[in-house]
């Protein structure tokens, strides 16, 4: 079992940038791949960002490529989510995921671990 935490979200204007965290504890030896994924209020919720446990290959959605950047350090947990010119339309609750390396990384229900998730405002 992995135990996530994400930490890091608040209330930013319009153009800010908040870096988001996720540490874990428990069995966090394993190759995972550390995705992150949000929920808006009232929609379903959607892929972000995933990166593989060596950090060589990341993904984004289309909506935050050139926006926000995906890392971790030597192949371990914790991850980060460094988030820039932030828009209202990112306001969320984002989650930290973890998974492994098989499969897609776009599919939340690939994913076998999740954090409680930290809200993110953007204000116009």
């Known amino acids: 079992q992995v135990q996530l935490v994400e930490s890091g979200g608040g209330l930013v204007q319009a153009g800010g940038s908040l870096r988001l965290s996720c540490a874990a504890s428990g069995r966090t030896s394993g190759s995972y791949v550390m995705g992150w994924f949000r929920q808006a209020p009232g929609k379903e919720r959607e892929f972000v960002a995933a990166?593989?446990?060596?950090?060589?290959?990341?993904y984004y959605a289309d909506s935050v490529k050139g926006r926000f950047t995906i890392s971790r350090d030597n192949a371990k947990i914790p991850v980060y989510l460094q988030m820039n010119s932030l828009k209202p339309e990112d306001t969320a609750v984002y989650y930290c995921?973890?998974?492994?390396?098989?499969?897609?990384?776009?599919?939340?229900?690939?994913?076998?671990?999740w954090g409680q998730g930290t809200q993110v405002t953007v204000s116009s």
């Open positions: 990166i593989t446990w060596s950090g060589g290959s990341t």
């Open positions: 995921a973890a998974k492994t390396p098989w499969g897609t990384h776009y599919t939340d229900t690939k994913y076998n671990y």
